[in-house]
């Protein structure tokens, strides 16, 4: 039987590895309020239970440097899950954009792989529709209008994040849906204002977060020798 693997990661780093992706996460504000209680609620449980810190901040781009940029094996893949928390929802916004870019210059990190994302930024709003309704729309049709190989890059550096910490495996784990989330119409005082296609349909990248959730699970239950029926 295996050893159950150390942490790899130091408090600080987890602690600021997490308050960066709640920044990435409510830069569009498209968070409400019960997912942002869940995270929160996540990170309690997983990923900071011994410090009990306060709820969770936002964090600038030079404090987050201070904790990760002298482990350049940390910082790429913070900034890996970084972009996976910006598409989880298949709409990747030009707020997100714009942070990740301000963390990837503070840590110091020469990935081109951000500007291939760049292009599948949703800005165009059609007549008559909402913003919610034309992001979700917009980014649909970039994704299916892209050359098939454009994304290449961004895929396999992605694919490439290895999971090295039981906190960081949890909270994936937690954080990706086990399975594509169904299609769903939002209403508006009982008129319906966007129509949501399935995850797997409307996200690009989809299948990176497949992976990594199951590379997440795998390390868990062969490295940890943890029970992970609960995420399954």
């Not at 960066?20 to 309690?44: R, V, Y």
């Not at 034309?134 to 892209?146: E, K, P, R, V, Y």
């Not at 399975?179 to 990248?205: A, S, T, W, Y």
């Amino acid at each position: 039987m295996k050893s159950i693997a150390q942490y790899s990661y130091t408090d600080q780093q987890v602690l600021a590895w997490l308050r960066g992706l709640f920044t990435i996460a409510w830069a569009d504000g498209d968070f409400s309020p019960e997912e942002k209680a869940l995270i929160a609620q996540i990170t309690k449980e997983d990923l900071d239970p011994a410090n009990q810190s306060e709820d969770l901040k936002t964090i600038s781009p030079e404090e987050l440097a201070i904790a990760l940029s002298d482990d350049r094996k940390a910082a790429e893949n913070f900034l890996r899950t970084g972009v996976l928390v910006a598409i989880a929802d298949g709409v990747y916004s030009a707020s997100e954009a714009e942070i990740l870019e301000k963390f990837r210059t503070a840590l110091g990190l020469e990935t081109e792989v951000l500007q291939s994302l760049e292009l599948t930024l949703c800005c165009q709003h059609h007549e008559g529709e909402t913003a919610e309704h034309s992001s979700h729309h917009s980014q649909l049709a970039n994704a299916q209008n892209l050359p098939p190989n454009l994304l290449h890059p961004v895929k396999d550096w992605l694919d490439k994040m290895e999971i090295e910490d039981p906190r960081v495996a949890r909270f994936i784990c937690k954080m990706v849906p086990p399975q594509c989330p169904f299609e769903r119409d939002i209403k508006l005082f009982g008129h319906k204002v966007v129509h949501i296609p399935p995850l797997c349909k409307i996200n690009p990248l989809y299948e990176q977060l497949v992976g990594l959730r199951f590379r997440a699970l795998s390390y868990l239950a062969d490295d940890c020798q943890e029970d992970v029926s609960q995420y399954i």
